[in-house]
């Protein structure tokens, strides 16, 4: 079985910052990637950031300059700074993994809530 933590959502005023983390554990082999995904109410799931176990990023063009992804492969942990948020980024978070397996296995943290309010 594989779990995933989040933590580090919350509310914050607009041009504040946040950091998320997710840690995965339980059978961890060959990690693919991790990743960040976002859902605002009456709108699809859709990627904000991910890294590859490589190190390669690959961001939303929407956050693109303002959140930077990272990750720490001895701690199976990846994290995502978010600086100057905007009310538009509130959403549940959802962290993302994917091993590789035979073929590519995905699973799904339990979200956590990031609203920008003033």
């Known amino acids: 079985q594989v779990q995933l933590v989040e933590s580090g959502g919350g509310l914050v005023q607009p041009g504040g910052s946040l950091r998320l983390s997710c840690t995965a554990s339980?059978?961890?082999?060959?990690?693919?990637?991790m990743g960040w995904y976002r859902q605002a109410p009456g709108k699809q799931r859709e990627l904000v950031a991910a890294?590859?176990?490589?190190?390669?990023?690959n961001y939303a063009d929407s956050v693109k300059g303002r959140f930077t992804i990272s990750s720490d492969n001895a701690k199976n942990t990846v994290y995502l700074q978010m600086n100057s948020l905007k009310p538009e980024d509130t959403a549940v978070y959802y962290c993302?993994?994917?091993?590789?397996?035979?073929?590519?296995?995905?699973?799904w943290g339990r979200g956590t809530q990031v609203t920008v309010s003033s």
């Open positions: 993302n993994l994917k091993l590789n397996r035979i073929g590519i296995i995905t699973y």
């Open positions: 339980g059978s961890i082999l060959r990690i693919a990637a």
């Open positions: 890294i590859t176990s490589g190190g390669t990023t």
